[in-house]
């Protein structure tokens, strides 16, 4: 009973630290955006800028040199280079922010019309390029498969990404994980699916990651249950996941997953009229 005690306690703790890190990790993604965008906004400034010095240079061909005017083209090409780079790394940086800000705004609970297929497909990608950002020579090919044509469904929108956000990152570890230890033919994949069957939405996120072992299936909707190193699981994911589709759409968590092969995760959501 005691022993039962200290462990919740403890549990509560690691809620309590979980959801004021929320909290921060929401003010510093809004505090960020700003000084983002300048740096966006003024790399797409100077790239115009350096099409009018391109005008001049080449209004003044004559006064240069063959050799200064090859150094001056090859110079102006670098530059446009780096200033694309920056501005595409930095679209990617805001992405994720508007993803840890979706993440973290409360608005729990309302149903509203929405693109799933749209929503699965920004999750997936985000947890991409986090990951991505994370990890050196993170490599996968993923594949979707979307239903065209789905009307808009009924969903909570923040807790169903967070969700897809949960199952797809840990899919990415998993294969990630995987080709730590595989030989080099090993070409990591995930396969990402949503489509309608009657009055139900079925998304599915397939990877051919390290599989589970009998334990971790059994124990996987454990709260605090993780074959993770401390910093990167908190063993509450899984557990979150159950509860965003089943308690609260209604619908059903199943997967299948074979040891050193691979899992697939698939959600069935009723259709809300
Ligand atoms: N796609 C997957 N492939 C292999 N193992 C998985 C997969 N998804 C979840 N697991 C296992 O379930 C455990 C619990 O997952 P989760 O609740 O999301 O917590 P965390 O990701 O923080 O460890 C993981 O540590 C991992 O062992
Ligand atoms: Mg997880």
């Known amino acids: 009973m005691e022993q039962q005690l200290e462990t919740l306690q403890q549990q509560l703790k690691q809620q309590e ?4 890190l929320g909290m921060l990790s929401a003010g510093i993604a809004h505090e960020i955006q700003n000084p983002l965008n300048f740096v966006i906004n003024f790399s797409k400034m100077s790239d115009k800028l350096l099409k009018d010095l391109t005008e001049i240079v080449e209004d003044n061909e004559d006064n ?5 005017r090859e150094e001056v083209e090859d110079i102006v090409a670098d530059l446009k280079d780096n200033l694309g780079k ?9 992405s994720i922010i508007r993803g840890i800000l979706l993440v973290s705004r409360g608005k729990d609970n309302e149903f509203l019309p929405t693109d799933v297929n749209k929503l699965v497909k920004e999750y997936v990608w985000l947890s991409y390029h986090a ?9 996968i090919s993923i594949h979707e498969d979307y239903e065209e044509g ?7 929108p923040q807790d169903l990404s967070r969700a897809v956000l949960n199952v797809m990152n840990n899919a990415c570890y998993a294969v990630w994980k995987k080709s730590q230890a595989a030989d080099t033919g090993y070409q990591p994949e995930i396969n990402v699916g949503v489509k309608s069957d009657g009055d139900t939405i079925v998304i599915s ?3 051919n990651g390290e599989g589970m072992t009998e334990e971790v299936k059994q124990r996987l909707y454990e709260n605090f249950f993780t074959t993770k190193p401390v910093g990167q699981g908190t063993g509450l994911g899984m557990g979150i996941v159950r509860d965003i589709i089943e308690n609260k759409h209604g619908g059903t968590v199943s997967f299948l997953s074979t040891e050193g092969e691979g899992t697939t995760f698939t959600f069935t959501i009723p259709v809300r009229k």
């Open 205 to 207: 996120i397939a990877d």
């Open 150 to 156: 789905m009307p808009q469904m009924m969903v909570i």
């Open 131 to 139: 990951m991505r950002a994370n990890v050196k020579n993170f490599n």
């Open 17 to 20: 630290k979980l959801a004021s």
């Open 86 to 94: 920056i501005v595409e790394h930095g679209e990617r940086a805001i």
């Open 64 to 68: 240069l040199s063959e050799e200064d």
